[in-house]
């Protein structure tokens, strides 16, 4: 049984929410935008994706375009 790829690229980090693309096996899963969610479920949303895929998830800072940081 192979199991699914994850990575979660953040592409907006704010003090109170992450927008970011979600990709499963390499391919975008939200082709109508960015996802958002309060930081605490977004880091939960890791956690859990990355225990069911025994290790096959990260998340990383989009380049493209440049992560923008709000505090």
Same mark, same amino acid.
């Given at each position: 049984m192979s199991t699914n *790829?994850?990575?979660l690229s953040m592409v907006k980090v704010?003090?109170?929410h992450i927008f970011f693309n979600f990709y499963v096996n390499g391919s975008l899963a939200?082709? +109508?935008g960015y996802l958002c969610l309060p930081v *605490? +479920?977004?880091h939960r949303?890791?956690?859990d994706l990355f225990r069911s895929s025994r290790g096959r998830c990260v998340k990383n800072y989009s380049t493209n375009p440049p992560v923008e940081f709000y505090t």
């Open positions: *790829e994850y990575r704010t003090k109170h939200n082709t +109508d *605490e +479920d977004f949303l890791f956690q």
